[in-house]
Structures are given as structure tokens and as C-alpha cells.
């Protein structure tokens, strides 16, 4: 007997060896796969750096900053040569002509320029800095689906099996005679829809993980790293003035009040006699005095006042400041809603850790109680572990609600992320 034992007990322990050596090779080999863990400042900056539309933007940005370069510049003189015949080359030279025309720009029309330039620079970052906040509140959204989803699937997985747990302590005390069988019923139905609720999980969190591969480029089972949520202590007040600062939507409407009055102000100065050129010549002359010549013209406005044009932009001038007004004041409610949005889930998220740490608390120290002295019923002491199960899942929902709060805040302040909100 003992010999036909040693072989047979060889061949089990070699093929748990082997079966730990080949789990221990896969797992190594999935962390070697998924890399070192990811977090949620390099998921964003590695979203930005793969964005083309973030490209394309940065590109439309520089273009513009290069015509805003060239803006409002005087413009050249033209060189010219008058009075050429094909004559001089065969027969004597006898006169020709050498002189510089320039057209003096108006009264405010350089400035017009420059600020047409500075709007245009102004809405080519308004565009950037958009969809560049969008992305980065995706992945940030994503970020925080992908930690929930994880902690969710786990405790899924954990309640799958302290319900089958249940279904064995009740069959046991159906046997007994201590459960009826309408209790062994409901905690094989209880099991059921935990099974249906691991599948759900497992399917929302390879979902999640699959658009935060697709933004990132990150191995789909890369670990996350879960950092504390910070607070932010400052008031409302604060918080406005610091979304007036950084908001670009503020700039752009006040670059184009700016450009309104610059052409507000050219269109009332065309009223006003300016010249229309200035030419500087010197003639070449044979057996004659050479001589310079000096002309100028002017426009007059005896027909065309342009009294239209001088309405209609000190109307845009008018529109414009309402509409800086309009834009601080929606920025103003944004920032009040999402700020008032993020209170009470802070305030959510405190009460709820408070109240739920000291339930989960209590519950360990009764289990841990009943384990050592028998004073409680297995199931009895099942529902507590299934309660921490519930807790914890309900934990993991609060903490992705109040983290897309808080970015949300931080957008509304016109900022990348809650670490840059400062006084």
C-alpha cells in the first residue's frame, strides 16, 4: 500500500508545483503586460499627447499667433520707374523717372488690424482650451468609472461567494430544522441575482477599462492608483474671480469689445481728410538739370459720410459690452451651481465615510466576536459581512460622484485640475 502511495502522492504534490509555477508565470507575465501603474496625472497627459484634435489646435494657435506677428504693421512703399522706352537703348537717353509711392495707413487702422488678429488668436485658444478640457474631463470620468468599476466587480465577486455560503448554512439548518424552506428558497434566489450582478460588473468594468485604453493607449488591465480627493477650502467669491481669471471665454468677449471700439473709432475718422499717397521722385535727365518731385493726394468725404458704418459699429460697441456682462454672469452661475453641487457631495461623501466607517466598525467587531465565542447564528453573522458588502459598494458610488464633482468645479474655473485652484 504504501508503495502504490508514494508515486501517486509524488505525482499530486509535482502537478500542484507545476500548476503554482505556471499560475505564478501568467500573473507575472499579465503585471509585465499591463506595466507599472497608471495614474491619473499620466492618464491625462498620455490622452493629451495622443489627441490629434489637441494637435490640430495647438497648430490653428501658433498659425494664429504668427498673423498676429504680421498684424498692424506699416505697410511698404512702392518702388517705381516711369517714362521706360524702348528707345533709350537705341537712340539717346532723354528722360526717366525713379520714385517711392507710399499709402499712409488711417487713423486707427493699424489697430484695427492688430485687434482683428488678437480676436482671431483669442478664439483659435478658446477652441483649444475647450476641447482640451473635454478630454481631460473624459479621462478623468473615465478614470474614476474604471476605480468604481474595479472595487464593484471585487465586491461582486465577494458577495457571490458569501451567498453561496448562505445557501450551504441554510441548507444546513433547513436539515436541522432551525429554517424553513421558504428561507433556503430566497437564498438560493439571493445567489441567482448575484450571479447576474457579477456578470454586470464584470462587463461595465472590461467597458470602462476599454475606453480608458482607447484615450490613454494604456494596457486595458494596468493598474490604477486610487489618490485621496482633495478639498477645496475656498469660498465662492474666490472661486469667481479665479474662473474671471482663467475662464477664455471672458477674454475673447472683451478682445472683441476692444476690436469694436478700434472700428467704431475708423469708421468715424474716415469722416476726417487723410492722404490717399505719398510719392517721393527724382528725374534723370540728359543735357538738362536733373530734379526732385514731391506728390500727395488726399480723400475727401464730400459725397460718402458714412454715417451707416459710424451707427452700426457704435451699436456693436454697445452690443459687445452686454455681452461681457452676459459671459460673466453665466460664468458666475456656472460656477455657483457646480460649486453648490460639489458642497453637498462633499458633505454627502463626509457623512457617509463617518457614519459608514463606524457601521463597518461595529459589524467586524460582532463578527469577529461571534467567531471566538459562538454567540450569534452563521447567518446572522453572513448578513453582517453582506452589509459591509453593500456599504463599501455604496462607498465606491459616492466617491466617483464627488470626484466628477469636483472636476466639474474645476472646468467651471477654467482649470485642468483641482491641484491648480489656488487664491
Known amino acids: 500500500m504504501r508503495r502504490r ?6 505525482k499530486i504534490l509535482l502537478s500542484l508545483a507545476i500548476g503554482c509555477a505556471a499560475a505564478w508565470t501568467a500573473q507575472a507575465s499579465a503585471q509585465a503586460e499591463a506595466g507599472p501603474p497608471l495614474t491619473e496625472k499620466q492618464a491625462v497627459e498620455l490622452a493629451l499627447e495622443r489627441s490629434r484634435e489637441i494637435e490640430a489646435n495647438e497648430a490653428n494657435v501658433e498659425i494664429a499667433k504668427g498673423r498676429l506677428d504680421s498684424a498692424g504693421w506699416i505697410r511698404n512703399p512702392e518702388f517705381r520707374i516711369s ?17 517711392l509711392r507710399w499709402r499712409p495707413p488711417r487713423i486707427g487702422e493699424l489697430d484695427e488690424d492688430k485687434q482683428q ?41 465577494e458577495r457571490v461567494e458569501l451567498e453561496r455560503e448562505r445557501i450551504a448554512i441554510i441548507e444546513r439548518m433547513v436539515e436541522l430544522g432551525r429554517r424553513s424552506v421558504v428561507y433556503f428558497t430566497k437564498a438560493r434566489l439571493w445567489s441567482a441575482e448575484s450571479l447576474n450582478d457579477r456578470t454586470r460588473a464584470k462587463e461595465r468594468q472590461a ?3 476599454r475606453r480608458l485604453k482607447r484615450l490613454t ?17 475656498l469660498d465662492l467669491e474666490t472661486l469667481t474671480r479665479i474662473a474671471y481669471e482663467n475662464r477664455p471665454e471672458v477674454k475673447v ?24 499717397y505719398v510719392q517721393l521722385s527724382y528725374h534723370l535727365r540728359d543735357d538738362k538739370d536733373d530734379y526732385g518731385e514731391l506728390m500727395m493726394g488726399f480723400d475727401l468725404p464730400l459725397f ?20 461681457v456682462d452676459a459671459v460673466r454672469e453665466r460664468i458666475e452661475s456656472q460656477v455657483r451651481n457646480r460649486y453648490n453641487i460639489y458642497r453637498d457631495s462633499l458633505l454627502d461623501w463626509n457623512m457617509f465615510c463617518e457614519t459608514a466607517g463606524e457601521l463597518v466598525r461595529n459589524a467586524q467587531t460582532i463578527i469577529e466576536s461571534a467567531k471566538q465565542h459562538d454567540t450569534l447564528p452563521r447567518d446572522e453573522v453572513l448578513e453582517l459581512n453582506l452589509t459591509i458588502n453593500e456599504t463599501l459598494r455604496i462607498k465606491a458610488q459616492k466617491r466617483k460622484e464627488l470626484v466628477v464633482a469636483l472636476f466639474d468645479l474645476t472646468l467651471a474655473l477654467g482649470l485642468d485640475g483641482p491641484e491648480d485652484i489656488q487664491p
Open 83 to 99: 517714362d521706360i522706352k524702348t528707345s533709350y537703348f537705341t537712340d539717346e537717353f532723354d528722360d526717366i523717372e525713379f520714385g
Open 253 to 276: 468677449v472683451e478682445a472683441r469689445r476692444h476690436l469694436a471700439e478700434r472700428q467704431y473709432t475708423l469708421e468715424r475718422l474716415k469722416n476726417v481728410p487723410w492722404f490717399s
Open 117 to 157: 488678429a488678437r480676436v482671431e488668436l483669442w478664439e483659435r485658444q478658446l477652441t483649444q482650451q475647450i476641447e482640451r478640457q473635454e478630454l481631460i474631463a473624459r479621462v478623468i470620468q473615465t478614470y474614476a468609472d474604471v476605480i468604481r468599476e474595479d472595487e464593484l466587480a471585487r465586491l461582486a465577486n
Open 304 to 323: 460718402n459720410w458714412n454715417l451707416g458704418n459710424i451707427r452700426a459699429t457704435r451699436q456693436a460697441v454697445e452690443r459687445k459690452e452686454t455681452q
Open 217 to 233: 493607449g494604456a494596457a486595458a488591465n494596468v493598474e490604477l492608483v486610487e489618490m485621496d480627493v482633495p478639498v477645496v477650502e
Open 207 to 209: 467597458s470602462a477599462r
Open 5 to 10: 502511495l508514494g508515486p501517486s502522492l509524488m
